[in-house]
C-alpha cells in the first residue's frame, strides 16, 4: 500500500516538474518573440526616422514618441563619452547631430537646443539665444510654431517664444497642412493653429500629414486618414510612414513594404527596412541583390549590387564585391567601386578612404582632398568633421583645418552650430570654431 501511495507520489512529482518546466519554455519564447517584433518595430522606426509609436502587439504595448525620443537623447548622452571607433563604416559616414537634421517641412532659423539644466531654448544661427531655456523638450519651428513641452504638458509657440497654443496636451507633434496631431484624454486627434479639435481624438497614435494623409493608430494597426478624419486606407499595418513622392513606407506581417496612396501595396516588392526614396528612386532587395525602383513599382535600375544607399547629390553609394563606388540616377557608373569605404555625397564631395586614411573625391572620382584622416564624415554647412589621433576637427572643401583636431568628440554641423566636447566640456560652437554656449557639467549655461 505505501509502496504504491509512494509511486504515485514519484509520478505526480515528475509530471509536476514537466508542466512547470514546459510553462517557462513557453513564457521564454513568448517573451522571445514579442522583444523580437519590438526590435524589429524599433528598428524600421528608427531607420524611416521621425517622430511616432512602435506598437508591441504581443504586450498590447504602445510607447508614444516623445518618450521613445527623451530615451534616445539619455542613450546618446550616456554614449556621446565613449569614441573608439577607428574608421568610419559606409552606413554611418555622415555621423549624427544633437541638433538632427533639418527635418521635411521644418523651418530654418531658430534651432531648439539643449541649454540649462537639461532645458531648451532656442538659438539663431549667429548664436544668440532667442528663447530663453524654460522647456523640457522642444522641436524645430514647423508653419511657423514649435511643439514644446513644460510640467508634463504640451504645446506650441511662436517665433517670440510667445504661445501659440498653450500647454494643455498630453503629447503633440509637429503642424503640418495647418494641422497638428495632438494627445488629449488619452486619444489622439488633430487641432488647427487656433488650437481648436478638428479631428477627435479617437486615434492610439497620430503622425504628421503629408501629401493629404497621415498615418493613425486604430485597435493596434495603422492606417491612413484625410484632412477630414476620413480613413482612406484601412488600418492594417504594424508601422506607417509618412509619404512621399507618392509612397510611404510601411511594415505588415513582419515584411517592409511601400504602399500607395490608393493603399495598393502590390506594385513594389518589399524593400528592406531603412531605405527611403530620394531623388524618385529607392534601393530595394530584389533575389538577394539591390537596385532601385521608381514610385510607380518600375525596376529602373536592375539589381546589380550588394549594397545600395539612396541618392543624394544624384549619385549613390553602391557595393560590389566589397568595394564601394557610385552610380548615376540612370544606373551608370560615375565611379567604378574601388574604395573600401566611403560616404555619400553632400556638397558635391564624398568621404572615401585608401590604405588606411580618408580624404574626398568629387563625382569624377578625382582627390580632391587628399587621404590624410582616420575618419571622415560628409560635408554640412561647409565643413566635415574628421578625427586625427583619437581627437575631432572640421576641414572645408579645400581640406584645410578650419578647426584643428582638438575635440575629444564632435557632432557634424546643423543649420551653423555643432555640439563638441573639449576639455570634459560640452559646448556649441560656430563655424569659426568660437564656444557659442558652453555647458558645465553642473548644467549651468555660461554665455561664452
Excluded at 531658430?110 to 531648451?120: A, F, K
Excluded at 530584389?286 to 539612396?310: C, M, T
Excluded at 564631395?349 to 564624415?377: I, K, S, T, Y
Excluded at 579645400?398 to 551653423?416: M, Q
Amino acid at each position: 500500500m505505501n509502496t504504491i501511495f509512494m509511486g504515485n507520489l514519484v509520478i505526480l512529482v515528475v509530471v509536476a516538474l514537466v508542466a512547470l518546466a514546459a510553462i517557462f519554455y513557453l513564457l521564454s519564447v513568448s517573451d522571445f518573440m514579442g522583444r523580437a517584433l519590438t526590435a524589429l518595430l524599433q528598428r524600421f522606426r528608427h531607420q524611416h526616422g521621425g517622430g511616432g509609436t512602435v506598437v508591441d502587439r504581443s504586450r498590447k504595448l504602445v510607447q508614444h514618441f516623445h518618450q521613445q525620443d527623451r530615451q534616445r537623447r539619455d542613450a546618446a548622452r550616456d554614449d556621446e563619452e565613449i569614441v573608439d571607433a577607428e574608421i568610419v563604416t559606409a552606413s554611418n559616414a555622415t555621423g549624427t547631430s544633437g541638433l538632427g537634421e533639418l527635418p521635411p517641412g521644418a523651418e530654418p532659423g531658430l534651432t531648439p537646443v539643449e541649454l540649462e539644466g537639461e532645458r531648451y531654448g532656442f538659438i539663431s544661427p549667429s548664436g544668440e539665444l532667442r528663447i530663453e531655456p524654460r522647456f523640457d523638450y522642444a522641436e524645430p519651428f514647423y508653419e511657423g510654431l514649435a511643439v514644446v513641452s513644460i510640467d508634463g504638458e504640451f504645446g506650441f509657440i511662436d517665433h517670440g517664444g510667445e504661445w501659440g497654443v498653450p500647454p494643455r496636451f498630453e503629447d503633440a507633434g509637429s503642424f503640418s497642412s495647418g494641422l497638428a496631431p495632438v494627445m488629449l484624454g488619452g486619444g489622439y486627434g488633430y487641432i488647427d493653429r487656433s488650437g481648436a479639435l478638428v479631428i477627435q481624438p479617437a486615434f492610439e497614435d497620430a503622425r504628421g500629414f503629408s501629401q493629404g494623409l497621415a498615418a493613425v493608430l486604430k485597435d493596434g494597426l495603422y492606417g491612413y486618414i484625410d484632412r477630414q478624419g476620413n480613413m482612406v486606407i484601412e488600418p492594417r499595418f504594424d508601422y506607417a510612414g509618412r509619404f512621399r513622392e507618392g509612397v510611404a513606407p510601411v511594415l505588415a506581417d513582419g515584411r517592409c513594404a511601400y504602399v500607395s496612396l490608393l493603399g495598393d501595396t502590390d506594385r513594389l516588392p518589399p524593400n528592406e527596412c531603412g531605405k527611403d526614396f530620394s531623388e524618385a528612386l529607392a534601393p530595394v532587395a530584389w533575389g538577394g541583390r539591390y537596385g532601385y525602383v521608381s514610385p510607380n513599382g518600375k525596376l529602373i535600375i536592375q539589381p546589380s549590387f550588394d549594397s545600395a544607399e539612396p541618392f543624394s547629390d544624384g549619385a549613390a553609394l553602391v557595393s560590389v564585391d566589397g568595394m564601394y563606388g557610385f552610380i548615376d540616377l540612370s544606373g551608370e557608373w560615375l565611379i567604378e567601386p574601388r574604395f573600401p569605404q566611403a560616404g555619400p555625397f553632400s556638397e558635391g564631395l564624398a568621404p572615401a578612404r585608401e590604405g588606411e586614411l580618408f580624404g574626398f573625391v568629387d563625382r569624377q572620382g578625382e582627390w580632391v582632398v587628399e587621404p590624410a584622416w582616420r575618419e571622415a564624415h560628409s560635408f554640412s554647412n561647409g565643413l566635415a568633421r574628421i578625427r586625427r589621433q583619437g581627437l575631432y576637427g572640421f576641414i572645408d572643401s579645400t581640406g584645410r583645418e578650419v578647426i584643428p583636431p582638438s575635440l575629444e568628440n564632435a557632432e557634424d554641423f546643423r543649420r551653423g552650430v555643432a555640439l563638441v566636447r573639449d576639455a570634459g566640456r560640452r559646448c556649441y560652437i560656430d563655424t569659426a570654431g568660437e564656444c557659442l554656449y558652453a555647458l558645465p557639467e553642473d548644467g549651468e549655461r555660461v554665455r561664452a
